[in-house]
């Protein structure tokens, strides 16, 4: 059964890092496409990172969107089996609850974790 688990959430200040981790059962994190998606305070969901794994036909390099570019890296543990994302820089515009999540296609039929919360505040 897919599960993922999201975790590394806190509340901090404008300029500093964290490390989101999303471990994952069920599926292989470096063979199928990962995403962190969030979603902010009374807005909708917002693709922030993918990582475009899959067949030689739709393997690609990571996407990050504009909002994140330079700032935000992902990763995979394989040893762990998870799906990490290390943000630096943080700005308010950063508060939302981020969730991990796999496969492609509409952002909310995607299958993804509880989500954890990310507050970015001074």
């Known amino acids: 059964e897919l599960q993922l688990v999201e975790s590394g959430g806190a509340t901090v200040q404008p300029g500093e890092s964290l490390k989101l981790s999303c471990v994952a059962s069920g599926i292989s994190v470096d063979r199928q496409s990962m995403s962190w998606v969030r979603q902010a305070p009374g807005k909708g969901l917002e693709l922030v990172a993918r990582?475009?794994?899959?067949?030689?036909?739709?393997?690609?390099?990571?996407f990050y969107s504009n909002s994140v570019k330079g700032r935000f890296t992902i990763s995979t543990d394989n040893a762990k089996n998870t799906f990490n994302l290390q943000m630096n820089n943080l700005t308010t515009d950063d508060t939302a609850t981020y969730f991990c999540?796999?496969?492609?296609?509409?952002?909310?039929?995607?299958?993804r974790g509880q989500g954890t919360q990310v507050i970015v505040s001074s």
């Open positions: 999540a796999v496969g492609t296609g509409p952002l909310a039929s995607l299958k």
């Open positions: 990582s475009n794994k899959g067949p030689l036909d739709r393997a690609g390099p990571p």
